[in-house]
């Protein structure tokens, strides 16, 4: 056998006792790297190189016995307990569906949302057994892919109440919550590719965040847009503080946040120059308290949050007003109002209480990952839904913006309950893998691309 | 030549004393170790890689990579505050048993009365 291949063989042998395959690559660098160091020391010492490797290799000790013992450390971080909160937290979503399907006397819905339920979770799966790092050894193409692929659907869409849907064997997909919901891991790739790029990394995310902000406003989908946004400056923010750029701090942020000043201080102006801008723009963000409005939707779920029990049924709800409601309007914007005046507060704090506890979990392990990519990734997910579940809860109680996504795991969605349950599989899939990713080894996979 | 089993028990706390001078690459410490001990102790990689591995899981080390003098990328291992704590506890336990041990060896047993 010759000296390359002793080496590889023996490497070969301690992974083969090492049952989880990601830990591999990590495990055979740093055996290959000692060897190495051990052969030039032997040689140093008067050996020729192939006797040293074999001493090397030798030196190493039984490569059945240190891949048992590195088999007993390497395991994947199991994600059973988020895995169980998020299908626990899909499965209160789909029973109060239900519940208010009985209360309003309609059960037409009700297949279609089981198949929804069931295709989320499969895919919520299938993304946790995935190997996400194929996002870092490829993220410029996949960013590309994600334009191209936005630019083609949206050339394919319908249009539906004034926004593109794609029509696919009858099922009907909302581009802007498609879009709104993957937007944000693409720019997380975009930013993990400006790996030193310096100064000019932070204008080309700029660049890409403007793109995907504008393929967004075609759809349209402003609250995906304003969600986008901000969740991108904090993914920029994030890689600033970590040096990612290789740019001073201070400066990476003045730079990142410029633009928001620059958009904040237009949208001052234009309110303070126009009286019916000013208005139009603060309706999104206030409660409405114009009596043109008191017949809308909005106002009416308002009403019904304000005539709440603690437990039970609540009352003093205009019944004419209660009978306009239909299960579309209560199922995907108005979850959470209508269930808190027909079964209480009690119940929405509980349920509240465990989509909690699973963020506070989330941002935890979020924050633990070793690699700038599993940070970056993870974060844009747990980021994404804490933005929804916030803008969720204020415009159900009023005080928010006049437009929501969805209530993650919650509230009815063709898209979103489905590409948010994906979601959450990829960044359970970062916090199961993550330990053994290595940035560096991402970004020299790019590099032998980029030289090939 | 000393028995093996004497220092298995030892390795963890020699390897955080290591790290607690500096950060290193696993050769680096074996080669210390070697050194430090007056060629006593001459540890396996196959040894000393499970080992770390299973401080850094436990929280005891970090790792971070750098590149060295001839360019070759390489795993530093570095010391954490509970990996210092660790080590002191390793110490103590060590010293109390080292005591026992000795006293036992240049005393005699005392059966009692």
């Given amino acids: 056998m010759e000296s390359k291949e002793i080496v590889e063989e023996y490497c070969r042998i301690v992974n083969e006792q090492v049952r989880w395959k990601v830990a591999h690559v990590n495990i055979s660098e740093e055996l290959k790297n000692h060897i190495d160091d051990q052969k030039n020391a032997l040689i140093q010492q008067g050996m020729d190189k192939d006797e040293a490797i074999e001493a090397a290799v030798k030196e190493m000790g039984d490569p059945y016995s240190v891949g048992l013992s590195l088999d007993r450390v390497h395991k994947p971080k199991v994600q059973g307990t988020m895995l169980f909160l998020a299908i626990i937290l899909t499965f209160i979503g789909a029973f109060t569906r239900y519940l208010i399907v009985e209360d309003l006397g309609s059960t037409s819905f009700m297949v279609n949302d089981a198949i929804l339920l069931i295709t989320g979770i499969a895919l919520m799966l299938l993304f946790y057994y995935l190997d996400f790092s194929i996002i870092g050894k490829y993220p410029f193409i996949i960013f590309s892919a994600v334009i191209l692929a936005s630019i083609v659907v949206l050339t394919m869409s319908l249009n539906f109440f004034g926004r593109a849907y794609l029509s696919l064997a009858g099922f009907n997909m909302s581009l802007g919550y498609l879009f709104s919901l993957i937007f944000p891991v693409a720019i997380a790739a975009l930013v993990y590719k400006m790996r030193n790029y310096g100064y000019k990394g932070i204008l080309l995310i700029w660049c890409g965040i403007t793109v995907l902000n504008f393929i967004l406003l075609i759809v349209p989908m402003l609250i995906g847009a304003i969600h986008f946004s901000i969740i991108s400056v904090a993914l920029l923010c994030v890689a600033i503080y970590k040096e990612w750029f290789g740019v001073k701090r201070v400066k990476g942020f003045v730079l990142s946040l410029f633009p928001v000043i620059m958009a904040s201080a237009i949208v001052i102006t234009v309110m303070i120059m126009n009286e019916k801008i000013k208005a139009r723009l603060l309706s999104g963000l206030f409660t409405w308290d114009n009596q043109e409005y008191i017949v809308s939707i909005r106002v009416l779920f308002n009403q019904l949050i304000s005539h709440a029990k603690f437990i039970g049924r609540g009352n003093g709800v205009d019944t004419s007003l209660l009978n306009r409601i239909s299960v579309g309007d209560v199922w995907t914007d108005n979850i959470v109002s209508y269930s808190v005046y027909t079964y209480g507060w009690l119940p929405f704090v509980i349920v509240m209480a465990v989509m909690l506890y699973f963020i506070i979990k989330a941002i935890k392990l979020c924050l633990q990952q070793k690699s700038i990519f599993g940070l970056l990734v993870s974060l844009s997910i747990i980021l994404s839904i804490i933005m929804q579940v916030t803008n969720y809860m204020l415009y159900n109680f009023g005080i928010g913006m006049s437009e929501t996504l969805s209530l993650p795991f919650i509230s009815y969605g063709n898209t979103a309950l489905i590409i948010n349950l994906a979601m959450t599989g990829l960044m359970l899939s970062v916090f199961r893998n993550g330990d053994e990713v290595n940035d560096s080894r991402l970004l020299s996979v790019r590099r032998i691309m980029t030289k090939g | ?113």
């Fill in chain 2, 1 to 113: 030549m000393i028995d093996k089993s004497l220092i298995s028990g030892s390795t963890t706390m020699l390897i955080l004393k290591l790290l607690e001078s500096k950060d290193m690459y696993g050769y680096e410490m074996i080669e210390e170790l070697h050194k430090q001990s007056n060629q006593t102790f001459d540890l396996k990689a196959g040894t000393l890689y499970p080992l770390l591995h299973g401080l850094e899981k436990n929280g005891c080390v970090t790792v971070y990579e750098s590149q060295s003098e001839n360019g070759r990328k390489r795993k530093y291992y570095q010391l954490t505050k509970n990996g210092k704590k660790i080590l002191s506890d390793k110490r103590d336990e060590w010293d109390s048993y080292t005591e026992a041990v000795n006293h036992v060896l240049k005393k005699g047993v005392s059966y009692g009365v």
